[in-house]
T-cell receptor, first 111, second 115 residues
Framework: KQEVTQIPAALSVPEGENLVLNCSFT??????LQWFRQDPGKGLTSLLL?????REQTSGRLNASLDKSSGRSTLYIAASQPGDSATYLC??????????FGKGITLSVRP | DAGVIQSPRHEVTEMGQEVTLRCKPI?????LFWYRQTMMRGLELLIY????????DSGMPEDRFSAKMPNASFSTLKIQPSEPRDSAVYFC?????????????FGEGSRLTVL
């Protein structure tokens, strides 16, 4: 059974910092891995999808990397802004896009 | 595209009542997922459909829960009878799966409170 760990559970940083959010998973037999953002009281917004054959994916200030063999993924956020404050969840995918979610990292970016 | 549409957004009901949550997936997607989110357990997959057929319902907590997908554009999740421990946010997500992989898109969720 896939288990996903995201540590720490919460993070507070000053605006402008570059930061790395970590995700680890136990079963490396994945098809892809998605990073999501969730704002309070809202649904999940897909940020990046990395296929199992890829090492990284970039979108704007976000960069996600994947090391399948070691069961790790990182989400890098450059030049953080208060608007980046949210909960970030990673979810490796098994067959048929069956995602297993971590508990998420709640990020607060202080102005 | 309008995205995944869920209704109702909020539901407050009393223990023992029947609850029906609805979902309209993104047009063209061939897979639909129901998730439940609580503070204690995070996001849990309840059931998923591929081409309107239930593929895996192992996450459905008990017989009080049932889900249907009568066509490609509509799905329901029903709880009967509801209990206070069913209080959670229920999310529907859809995806176009090709070769076992596809990006998931979530609706805004239905927040259920059972008194």
């Amino acid at each position: 059974k896939q288990e996903v760990t995201q540590i720490p559970a919460a993070l507070s940083v000053p605006e402008g910092e570059n930061l790395v959010l970590n995700c680890s998973f136990t079963d490396s037999a994945i098809y892809n891995l998605q990073w999501f953002r969730q704002d309070p009281g809202k649904g999940l917004t897909s940020l990046l999808l990395i296929q199992s054959s890829q090492r990284e994916q970039t979108s704007g200030r976000l960069n996600a990397s994947l090391d399948k063999s070691s069961g790790r993924s990182t989400l890098y956020i450059a030049a953080s802004q208060p608007g980046d404050s949210a909960t970030y969840l990673c979810a490796p995918s098994g067959a048929n896009s069956k995602l297993t979610f971590g508990k998420g990292i709640t990020l607060s970016v202080r102005p | 595209d309008a995205g995944v549409i869920q209704s109702p957004r909020h539901e407050v009901t009393e223990m023992g009542q029947e609850v029906t949550l609805r979902c309209k997936p993104i047009s063209g997607h061939n897979s639909l997922f129901w998730y439940r989110q609580t503070m204690m357990r995070g996001l849990e997959l309840l059931i998923y459909f591929n081409n309107n057929v239930p593929i895996d319902d192992s996450g459905m907590p008990e017989d009080r829960f049932s889900a249907k997908m009568p066509n490609a554009s509509f799905s329901t999740l029903k709880i009967q009878p509801s209990e206070p421990r069913d209080s959670a946010v229920y999310f529907c997500a859809s995806s176009f799966i090709l070769g076992d992989t596809g990006e998931l898109f979530f609706g805004e969720g239905s927040r259920l409170t059972v008194l």
